[in-house]
């Protein structure tokens, strides 16, 4: 996470749970929580807000500022792919100078549980799982990679990116 006093924009925060405990543990960090989903922001604030947290029911392209740090946190899944490329354009308008995009993502193969989760328990008409080597070449594209790996964590694999600008300017 960014240091003390960064921002932070957390994409697809759903009732803001991850939001609420980094905040938490870093009052001096500003996070922004958004989502689409108005009935997931109005239980975010209800249950997780914070005075350095804040959330908002509105698309990535619709936000404002800059950010030290934006999250997907299982967010590429549920969006469907024609819409990647823009998602990942507006994080890279949205970075500070320094700033980076983290992702973590699950990984399409093995990934027969957390379909079952999605599909059945969460409901979700449709999902897009990706392996990593997938999602890592789209961010490629609009990103410079600094890092990617995959582990396996209970009950089947994730995989994380981290990118940021390769000149370390803004737009």
């Known amino acids: 996470m960014p240091n003390a006093g960064g921002r932070v924009l957390d994409v697809g925060c759903g009732i803001g749970v991850l939001d609420y405990a980094i905040g938490r543990d870093n009052p001096d960090l500003r996070i922004v929580g958004i989502d689409i989903s ?86 979700c ?3 897009w799982l990706m392996n990593r080597e ?3 070449g789209l961010v490629r594209r609009h990103l410079h990679v600094r890092s990617s790996e995959a582990k396996w964590r209970f009950p089947f694999p994730h995989y994380y990116i981290t990118a940021g600008r390769e000149d370390g300017t803004s737009p």
Do not use: M
Not at 76 to 95: D, N, T
Not at 106 to 123: K, P, T, Y
């Open 38 to 123: 108005e009935d997931s922001i109005a239980r975010a604030r209800e249950h997780h807000a914070l005075p350095n947290v804040t959330f908002a029911a509105k698309s990535l392209q619709a936000v404002d500022g800059e950010f030290d740090c934006v999250l997907f946190v299982d967010v590429f899944h549920h969006v469907p792919p024609s819409e990647h490329e823009g998602l990942l354009r507006a994080a890279r308008e949205r970075l500070s100078p320094k700033g980076y995009v983290l992702i973590k993502e699950i990984e399409r193969r093995r990934g027969a549980i957390s379909l079952f989760f999605d599909r059945v328990i969460s409901r």
């Open 125 to 127: 008409p449709e999902v």
């Open 134 to 136: 997938e999602l890592e």
